[in-house]
């Protein structure tokens, strides 16, 4: 029911739908919302913002640090963790700028039908995925010089394939389209940190950094 909700909302949203979201991929944040599992929500062209940018939220925002995966082809089918990797392009550093806009204490099923708080999201330079080890990259955002988390890509749901499995089979279920090009965002490595003022930068093992403001 919350994802048909999610859909209606996502059909009347302005833009052009660029990619998908994984989101409480960890225990914790799902026990903290009252759900068992992870869930998805979409990305819209508006949301991309370039590197080096002063950020300027309309609203409360969260800041995590991410992976992206461009995909090569249309999928249309399940996938598995061990066939995922042939259908990927590139693969990337983001923050993602989320923004729950939710009121009193919120659950899973009202991140659900409020399209997962996807908001904005800054793409780093993308890689060839056969150079890198997904699960071997160190993620550390800090704030004017502070770190804030350091973490690593594999304690995203045990694995960057697994949740990027896992994500795309949730696309195909709920029939999103998958196109080549567009971009799916596998869930936060480390803590989510609240948007202060402030100088940030992530650092990614192998991949390199994202630099940003918030005023």
């Known amino acids: 029911h919350a994802y048909r909700l999610q859909r209606a909302f996502v ?10 979201k994984a989101a409480l991929t960890a225990p914790v944040a799902q026990a903290s919302m009252g759900i068992d599992r992870p869930v998805m929500g979409v990305l819209f062209d508006w949301g991309r913002i370039d590197a080096g940018s002063t950020l300027a939220p309309a609203r409360r925002i969260i800041l995590e640090t991410e992976l992206g995966f461009r995909i090569s ?6 996938v598995t963790p061990a066939t995922v990797p042939g259908l990927i392009a590139s693969v990337s550093p983001m923050i993602e ?26 793409e780093g ?10 699960d071997g990259i160190n993620a550390a955002l800090s704030r004017d010089g502070e770190v804030l ?19 795309i ?16 965002m596998t869930g936060a490595i480390g803590a989510p940190q609240p948007a202060k003022t402030g100088s940030y930068r992530a650092d990614f093992t192998g991949l390199g950094s994202i630099a940003f403001e918030v005023p």
């Not at 059909?11 to 998908?20: A, E, F, M, S, T």
């Not at 330079?125 to 997904?134: E, G, L, T, Y």
């Open 125 to 134: 330079m993308r890689a060839d995925p056969a150079s890198i080890d997904v």
């Open 73 to 78: 082809r249309a999928i249309d089918s399940h």
């Open 149 to 167: 988390h350091n973490a690593s890509s594999s304690t995203v749901m045990q694995g960057q394939w697994i949740s990027l499995a896992w994500l």
């Open 169 to 184: 089979n949730q696309i195909v279920d709920l029939k999103y389209a998958l196109q080549p090009g567009m971009l799916l």
């Open 97 to 122: 700028i989320a923004a729950p806009n939710l009121v009193a204490k919120s659950t899973g099923i009202d991140l659900i039908a409020t399209n997962a708080a996807s908001y904005q999201h800054i």
């Open 11 to 20: 059909d009347v949203l302005p833009g052009k739908i660029i990619g998908y």
